[in-house]
């Protein structure tokens, strides 16, 4: 099983301040890549999707990809309290039809 | 819009009782898949369908059945429950396996086996 890591936090900033949520995967032929949001007790919500090396912006979000690296983040920028969640990396496995291989999460706070 | 439904959301079963998890989208998404959340251990692949017709196992497959009802529907089967199947499971599908744009979800199915 190919891995996809990330640290699970918590990662408590304050509101207002830019958010660093970082990923790393091992499989070199995966192609697509996600963060979702998954607040407590709730299903897990896409928030960016990103195929191309290089930054992708939307809104407060940035996704980062680096396949040189095998490294993806997610930058959220102004943090709000409402963010605070459990934030899903999530890489395209070739190996296995295709489905994602979720890391574990991290655990964001964002405090008042 | 309903998107991915899945039935029952909560379910306790007793060890050895059998039980099948309903899943359905209305999205005509091709791809559909079967996860469980355990607390650390994320969202796990148990069976996934890539285009109707196809079913194949994932990470965790061991104890479960699938079946690809039609383009819509995706069930999940337990034979025989036991505790170690304890956890949340949920179906999401995509437009295409391939060239994956990311999943819907369903609202999950907590599962508690005694």
């Known amino acids: 099983q190919k891995e996809v890591e990330q640290n699970s936090g918590p990662l408590s900033v304050p509101e207002g301040a830019i958010a660093s949520l970082n990923c790393t995967y091992s499989d070199r032929v995966s192609q697509s890549f996600f963060w979702y949001r998954q607040y407590s007790g709730k299903s897990p919500e896409l928030i960016m999707s990103i195929y191309s090396n290089g930054d992708k912006e939307d809104g407060r979000f940035t996704a980062q990809l680096n396949k040189a690296s095998q490294y993806v983040s997610l930058l959220i920028r102004d943090s709000q309290p409402s963010d605070s969640a459990t934030y899903l990396c999530a890489v395209n496995s070739p190996n296995s039809g295709y489905a994602l291989n979720f890391g574990k999460g991290t655990s964001l706070l964002v405090t008042p | 819009n309903a998107g991915v439904t899945q039935t029952p959301k909560f379910q306790v079963l007793k060890t050895g009782q059998s039980m099948t998890l309903q899943c359905a989208q209305d999205m005509n998404h091709n791809s559909m898949y079967w996860y469980r959340q355990d607390p650390g251990m994320g969202l796990r692949l148990i069976y996934y369908?890539?285009?109707?017709?196809?079913?194949d196992k994932g990470e965790v497959p061991n104890g479960y059945n699938v079946s690809r009802l039609n383009k819509r529907e995706f069930s999940l089967r337990l034979e025989s429950a036991a505790p170690s199947q304890t956890s949340v499971y949920f179906c999401a599908s995509s437009e295409a396996a391939v060239a994956n744009y990311g999943y819907t979800f369903g609202s999950g199915t907590r599962l508690t086996v005694v």
């Open positions: 369908s890539a285009s109707e017709g196809t079913t």
